[in-house]
């Protein structure tokens, strides 16, 4: 395999990546992206969130094909040091914080749930079961709406952060990688890529009606 072709196919992640990456300092909300294939000696986490009201830190390094620490850490931000745990059985693929309530949303892709757990105690609240592969998380404190990227339905699914109903869905047509929320504009921006084609896009989307413009960048 030439390395022509090598790039070839990740090159789309790369555009993403890079999409991400200019996305993040222009928002005046937060953006959240995918975790990366990491190897079996990674040594820094895969996905993290952080609560600054809480002050602790959720850190996932699980992911990958060591599956030794089967558990998601939890950091005191004051202290740095660790000051619980929470266990799993899969990795899972994105981690949101809802400063508002201490609580924090775990996604499985691979079991397509969603796992709400107790920041303060770190006890299981619910989980609930969202089809697609949910892989990226975008909680909105402010407008009680978690925006969940699936992967194979290459679509964002909108749900109420109180009771994990969905309350709208937006078709992208290419997978989602990156989320991001453009609060001046009230619009949602997700970073999509289609290895197929070799394109990686940026799409804009109102967050009222939930009708993405897409084309904004593509690469």
């Given at each position: ?16 990546a890079?999409?991400?990456?200019i996305?993040?300092?222009?928002l ?43 558990s ?20 899972p ?12 949303y ?53 749900l109420?952060v ?58």
């Amino acid at each position: 395999m030439s390395w022509q072709t090598s790039y070839s196919r990740v090159r789309p992640l790369v555009h993403a990546a890079m999409l991400a990456a200019i996305l993040a300092p222009a928002l005046s909300g937060s953006t959240q992206a995918a975790p990366g294939v990491q190897g079996r000696n990674a040594s820094r986490p895969v996905i993290f969130a952080v609560d600054p009201v809480l002050g602790q830190a959720y850190l996932a390094s699980g992911v990958g094909d060591d599956r030794s620490d089967q558990s998601i850490s939890v950091m005191n931000l004051a202290s740095r040091r660790t000051v619980g745990s929470i266990p799993y059985t899969v990795p899972p693929s994105a981690i949101s914080v809802n400063p508002l309530t201490g609580l924090v949303y775990v996604a499985n892709s691979a079991l397509d749930t969603i796992t709400v757990i107790h920041g303060p105690t770190l006890g299981v609240v619910t989980t609930a079961r969202v089809s697609g592969g949910p892989q990226v998380l975008l909680l909105e404190p402010a407008s009680g709406k978690l925006f969940v990227a699936l992967k194979r339905e290459k679509a964002i699914r909108v749900l109420d952060v109180s009771t994990l109903s969905a309350v709208g869905s937006i078709d992208l047509g290419m997978e989602p990688v990156a989320l991001g929320s453009d609060r001046v504009r009230n619009r949602l921006l997700a970073a999509t890529i289609d290895p197929e084609a070799g394109q990686a896009s940026l799409v804009a989307i109102d967050n009222e009606r939930f009708v993405p413009n897409t084309g904004l960048i593509t690469r």
